[in-house]
């Protein structure tokens, strides 16, 4: 399996319980290697933007106030099928489906403050990595 790149943000509700550090061990205990990392407070603008795709779904105004609402640490994953790798080690959207050994099932607090995103697929991956970091600002 090739190595391949994903893209995670570890959420509000991670940052605010001062979790950055167990989180992003988790990612690397599962294979996982951070090759570039930065904090940030998301505008609205951003948030709306990265979340476009569920512009439709009830839920948008409140995720986007959601990842608004205190710092994210946006990540570029570097690792063998870095996309399934990182889904698999997030667990399911909900915490009360997520399996045990897995960050949202360890930290999560609901279905929408639930600790991580991770791309869903390699052209969504690359499209993520580009809206937050600069080729130069990546280090594998
Ligand atoms: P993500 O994109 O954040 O990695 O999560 P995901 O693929 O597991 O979930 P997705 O369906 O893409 O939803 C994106 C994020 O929206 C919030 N959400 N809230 N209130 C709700 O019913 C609801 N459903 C989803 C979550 O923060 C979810 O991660
Ligand atoms: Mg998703």
């Not at 839920?59 to 990842?67: H, I, N, Q, R, T």
């Not at 870095?82 to 698999?88: H, L, P």
């Not at 639930?114 to 690359?126: F, I, L, M, R």
Request: avoid cysteine; aromatic fraction near 8%; proline fraction near 3%.
């Amino acid at each position: 399996m090739a190595v391949s790149r994903t893209f995670s943000i570890i959420k509000p509700d991670a940052t605010r319980r001062n979790l950055t550090g167990a989180v992003t061990k988790m990612l690397e205990e599962a294979g996982l290697r951070v090759v570039a990392s930065k904090r940030l407070l998301l505008t609205e603008e951003q948030a709306g933007g990265f979340y476009e795709v569920h512009k439709e779904r009830p839920f948008y105004g409140e995720l986007v106030e959601f990842m608004t609402s205190g710092p994210v640490v946006v990540q570029v994953l570097e690792g063998e099928d870095a996309v399934k790798r990182n889904r698999d080690v997030m667990g399911a959207t909900n915490p009360a489906d997520a399996d045990e050994g897995t960050i949202r099932k360890a930290f999560a607090e609901s279905i929408e403050a639930n600790t991580v995103h991770g791309s869903d697929s390699d052209e969504n991956a690359a499209t993520e990595i580009a809206f937050f970091f600069n080729d130069d600002e990546i280090v594998g």
